[in-house]
């Protein structure tokens, strides 16, 4: 029986000192640790590698269950997972252990809280991103590509797929390029 610690954040300039200070203290063997997004598990290698190596009897151990998962969907498959091939999940700071029937109830409560949290920041994301363009502060994202670049290129003959080589894009964005000329005309 392996006791495998999971530490996850989601920025670069986070730390994980404290998260894998708590899963030693929790007695795990092994610890995986990165730096990912926790509202996919899409891109999370150590999960995956956890999730592919786990054996019956092992438990897997995190500080929180939002360090594990923030959508209700993900966490409830990665419990299928552990549980398939006899494994548990438990958390150091909340009273989640897979292994009893409250412990299962508590963590499907709190996977719905985490996605209930996610959902609240988009929303209020979206609110920002709304003002800010009511405001003429917020523009998006700067062009990457000047289309009046593509279409000189267009003009002299070239494939999109040559035009998108030599400008460092994609051909879709070749392509929209001519759509953005054609709408703009």
Avoid: W
Wanted: charged fraction near 30%; proline fraction near 2%.
């Amino acid at each position: 029986m392996t006791m495998i610690g999971y530490a996850r954040v989601s920025t670069t300039d986070q730390d994980l000192t404290i998260q894998r200070d708590a899963l030693k203290a929790a007695g795990c063997d092994v610890i995986r640790q990165e730096h990912a997004s926790g509202t996919t598990t899409k891109g999370r290698d150590e999960l995956r590698t956890i999730l592919d190596l786990v054996r019956e009897g092992d438990t897997l151990i995190v500080t929180r269950i939002d360090r594990l998962a923030r959508s209700i969907g993900d966490l409830q498959d990665i419990v299928r997972s552990l549980k398939a091939k006899g494994a548990a999940l438990k958390a150091t700071e909340q009273p989640i252990d897979t292994s009893t029937a409250a412990g299962k109830c508590f963590l499907d409560m709190l996977g719905v809280f985490a996605e209930f949290e996610t959902n609240l920041r988009k929303e209020r994301q979206l609110e920002g991103i709304a003002k800010g363009k009511a405001a003429g502060v917020y523009k998006g994202r700067p062009k990457s590509i000047k289309v009046d670049d593509v279409l000189a290129m267009k003009a002299q003959g070239l494939s999109p797929s040559v035009i998108a080589e030599r400008l460092g894009i994609s051909r879709a964005s070749v392509y929209r390029a001519y759509s953005a000329s054609v709408v703009a005309s």
